[in-house]
């Protein structure tokens, strides 16, 4: 599986953005995706993550209730929709995929190359 992320960019705080990530490979439905950041100085960091089917969605606690992370099987696709963005969002985003049932950095299979989101103050 190849994934790749795109859709960051610079927006101001309160603002919005959606990420997407395409994935290519046949068994892209039997994988949970998600996201994780990782911002300047940091380490990377869980963001959400989304099971195989779709039917499971999780989130980290500083983007509860602001990210909704969705998946399109027809279309290779996991979406992160980002709403009331905040200038602690600013980070690289990365897209990851993994076929076990731990979800954490060292146990993701696949990873995309990433994409920045900048949010100003």
């Known amino acids: 599986v190849q994934l790749q992320a795109s859709g960051g960019g610079l927006v101001q705080a309160g603002g919005s953005l959606r990420l997407s990530c395409a994935a290519s490979?046949?068994?892209?439905?039997?994988?949970?995706m998600g996201w994780f950041r990782q911002a300047p100085g940091k380490e990377r960091e869980f963001v959400s993550r989304?099971?195989?089917?779709?039917?499971?969605?999780y989130y980290a606690v500083p983007v509860k209730g602001r990210f909704t992370i969705s998946r399109d099987n027809a279309k290779n696709t996991v979406y992160l929709q980002m709403n009331r963005l905040k200038p602690e969002d600013t980070a690289v985003y990365y897209c990851?995929?993994?076929?076990?049932?731990?979800?954490?950095?060292?146990?993701?299979?696949?990873w995309g190359k990433g994409t920045l989101v900048t949010v100003s103050s």
């Open positions: 990851a995929a993994t076929g076990g049932i731990r979800w954490s950095v060292d146990a993701m299979d696949y």
């Open positions: 490979g046949r068994t892209f439905s039997s994988y949970s």
């Open positions: 989304i099971t195989w089917s779709g039917d499971g969605t």
